[in-house]
């Protein structure tokens, strides 16, 4: 069974950049590899996926054009690269595996998540 570990996560201002990783210790990433992030009193909400052999990518319209994903298969490796960053993005980023699409439910493998603050 796959273990995701996440990590990159940390303070920033506003209009900067964070890249976070999720390693998949144990065995490779089985499904759509995906990013979510909750807020305090909120649903989790999905962020952006990866197909692991098409390697198309998918994303919520908050953060198009600001956000890109992407995998490193030698490094059992899935990156989100955060540009552009806004306070309303400030959460905790999870990284899930073994589903598809943009529902939590649909993803058998979460990690433990990984604070994201951005001040203003």
């Known amino acids: 069974q796959a273990q995701l570990v996440e990590s990159g996560g940390g303070l920033v201002q506003a209009g900067g950049s964070l890249r976070l990783s999720c390693f998949a210790s144990?065995?490779?990433?089985?499904?759509?590899v995906g990013w979510f992030r909750q807020c305090p009193g909120k649903e989790r909400e999905f962020v952006a996926s990866?197909?692991?052999?098409?390697?198309?990518?998918y994303y919520a319209d908050s953060v198009k054009g600001r956000f890109t994903i992407s995998r490193d298969n030698a490094k059992n490796t899935v990156y989100l690269q955060m540009n552009s960053l806004k306070p309303e993005d400030t959460a905790v980023y999870f990284c899930a595996s073994g589903g598809v699409g943009t529902r939590p439910e649909s993803y058998g493998y979460w990690g433990q998540g990984t604070q994201v603050t951005v001040s203003s």
């Open positions: 990866i197909s692991p052999t098409s390697g198309r990518t």
């Open positions: 144990g065995r490779t990433f089985s499904g759509h």
